[in-house]
């Protein structure tokens, strides 16, 4: 009894040393898909989307799943496999990530910086801000690396999930602000498209991120042996956590802005500052430093975690085209600097249309999902394929068919056939 025991602490303490690539994928995906769109959806349409968010985070599982169960199967990332699987495969996932890292970066720095603004005593430049918060995740980044995004990540996503929570149960507690006979627009129209769309690209996160989970699970097992069930429970505990987390802020959205006479500001960086304002307005000015942090916690994760993730996947994809060499060490941190400086000039010369990048952004990750999606099932399907239980099997082709059809029907709404 005390030998089975033991076994069962050991096989709990190896879990807890694993975890790692779940959080960073979590604390990733909480930015702008969170903080922003989700609460948005709430604040616009109250409780409507709720199953929307959930359904989206159900079909999209697999798919980012399949990143984390391919490299422990295989021992390698799953740029490895884009690569075998041809060259117009790769080169446009690499084509991809370019895009989406030099816009993902400026967008969240742009948002962090515009929380840091909101909460620091007297006025600060917005600019002055992005250069402060780029240069401490960089200094995190270039001296530490993996060990110490890790390790902040977990902190970020501990306090962030306590203190979202908190604020939940007092908003609940207070009620919702909406007048009891108040009936909001519906998101149902073909005016609301673009809006779902974008909300489902980044929701749990773009689909980019199933590769760069690959290579944090790769860059733990360096100094960390990690087995089949210790990976997929920390990537399910990430994963669900990032969905839950979706309905809290839905939830929040909900009950402190829908039905606000108060008009809902669509601008990330706007929209939330409008979030906290109102958030002191309905529960006390005592809340205003735990939504701030809330909100700063969320963002500040997921610039780090954007640029690392970002940087690390551009670096891996070069050398395995033979671009770059792999004995070059120093390659990681001059893409962590090239990334970040073409974040910094996105937000110097564009910053008027972040907002508009970042809807582009979102858009463009959900209509190549179906894409990624079909190539990451078609990996775990392909030579040495590795079997899966008819449950997961049912859900994949569920999701592309669900993720192609939506794609298509944006499409033919944007191109004019549908009106």
Known sequence: MQAQQQGLNKGWRGRIQALGPGMLMATAAIGGSHLVASTQAGALFGWQLIWLILLVN???????????????????????GYQRKG????????GLTIIAAVVNTAGVLLLTASLLQYALPGTVSITLLCWLILAVCLLILLLGHYRALDTVSKLIMLLLTITTVVAVAIAWQNGAQAP???????????????????????MPAPIEISAISSLWLKAKQRH??????QG???????????????????????????GSEQPIALAGSAFAQQLMNMYVSTIGDWSRP??????????????????????????????????????????????????????????????????????????????????????????????????????????????LVYLSGFALLFLAWFSGLLS
């Open 87 to 94: 060259k117009a495969y790769f080169y446009s996932f690499i």
């Open 290 to 399: 735990l939504v701030a942090l809330i909100a700063f916690l969320c963002m500040f994760g997921t610039t780090i975690t954007v640029l690392d993730g970002y940087a690390r996947t551009l670096n891996e994809s070069f050398i395995l085209v033979g671009w770059q060499q792999p004995t070059n060490r120093r390659s990681l941190s001059l893409w962590l600097l090239a990334q970040a400086a073409s974040g910094m000039a996105l937000i110097l010369f564009f910053s008027s249309a972040l907002g508009p990048l970042l809807t582009f952004a979102m858009t463009l990750a959900f209509l190549t999902t179906p894409v990624f999606a079909w190539l990451n099932f078609s990996l775990m399907r392909g030579n040495g394929a590795i079997a899966l239980s008819w449950p997961l099997q049912w859900l994949s082709w569920v999701g």
């Open 180 to 202: 009891a006979d108040y009936i909001g627009p519906t998101p149902w129209t073909l005016a609301g498209l673009g809006f779902l769309v974008a909300l489902m690209g980044w």
């Open 224 to 229: 960390t042996h990690i087995t089949r069930a």
């Open 58 to 80: 159900i079909l999209k599982y697999p798919f980012f799943r399949f990143g984390v169960q391919y490299t422990l199967q295989h021992n390698e990332s799953l740029l490895q």
């Open 232 to 258: 997929l429970f920390d990537f399910n505990l990430g994963y669900w956590l990032t969905a839950t987390l979706a309905l809290v802020f839905l939830s929040l959205g909900a009950l402190v802005q829908y």
